[in-house]
């Protein structure tokens, strides 16, 4: 046999192989582990959509089982294929330490560790007023979920997974108001800015070992707890953020944020995607 027919053949017997490999390997996220809070309505539920749907095995955390059980029956349906990836639910609450270590250490047990860690439980300001008018209380509580609640999944994280792995990436789900001041809405900007400096502050500390944090503001999104009047400009749907979220996820940085109008900004300018991607200290935006 000659070595040309011998390398036909063999091309031949592999070309098939290599293509049916490539098709099963075509989801962006296939065989990562995700998990998402805040995963049982709005943006926290589109997330995770998104990553099932992109072949990530997606662990879902809300205070409200029925909520996670409609997020895991449309992941269900939304699936590309019969093969649909496992989406494991966990009802806790973000600022119960010992319900958050718990929760993980039942992910870790079934997955063996933990890739991408989404941020996104949190709430918005109620009552909104002036500074003088408002409680303190009504501060404590809103920090409570909006900051202390991503500390304590945060930590519980990187103890149990990345930081022993030396991989992961933490995506902070953030706000214009992170980096703008809004009149009666001091509690909400505080708990925003504070999230801000927490990422990064906490992307300088992981920078050598492996692990990426940055922080994701999908812009004005009608959802149950920040509803948006139809038709008003710049509002989107909760799945329009997917563009956003995999220019973060996929962007190889690190202590960096994004804002989903300045990713509108700079395709109308004919720039990458990742021309919208900013150091956090740099990111100011225009009114």
């Known amino acids: 046999m000659t070595s040309k027919l011998l390398l036909s053949i063999l091309l031949i017997i592999t070309l098939p192989i290599t293509s049916t490999s490539m098709m099963m390997s075509s989801a962006r996220l296939a065989g990562q582990r995700v998990v998402v809070t805040g995963a049982g309505r709005g943006i926290g539920r589109a997330l995770a959509l998104i990553c099932s749907r992109e072949g990530a095995n997606v662990a879902i955390l809300s205070r409200t089982q029925s909520e996670l059980e409609e997020t895991a029956s449309l992941a269900a349906s939304n699936s590309k294929d019969d093969d649909c990836p496992s989406m494991s639910l966990h009802v806790a609450d973000v600022t119960n330490v ?43 509580t809103l920090l409570d979920l909006n900051v202390v609640g991503v500390h304590i999944v945060t930590s519980a994280v990187l103890r149990q997974s990345m930081l022993p ?27 925003k800015f504070a999230l801000e400096g927490m990422t990064a502050a906490l992307a300088e500390e992981l920078r050598d070992k492996g692990i990426q944090v940055n922080s994701y503001a999908p812009g004005l999104v009608n959802t149950r707890s920040f509803p948006k009047p139809e038709g008003r400009k710049g509002v989107r749907s909760a799945e329009s953020i997917e563009d956003g979220f995999f220019t973060v ?30 150091p956090i200290g740099e990111a100011i935006f225009s009114p």
């Open 98 to 140: 010992s319900e958050v270590e718990d929760t993980i250490a039942t992910i870790l047990k079934k997955w063996g560790g933990i890739d991408i860690l989404i941020n996104n439980a949190g709430t918005s300001q109620k009552p909104k007023g002036t500074l003088e008018t408002l409680s303190a209380y009504d501060l404590r």
């Open 165 to 191: 792995t030396k991989n992961g990436k933490i995506i902070n789900i953030g706000s214009r108001a992170g980096k703008v001041g809004y009149p009666s809405n001091s509690h909400y900007c505080a708990s």
């Open 249 to 278: 996820l996929e962007g190889g940085v690190t202590g960096h944020y994004l804002h989903a109008d300045e990713l509108d900004e700079a395709r109308e300018k004919g720039l990458e995607d990742s021309a919208a991607l900013k």
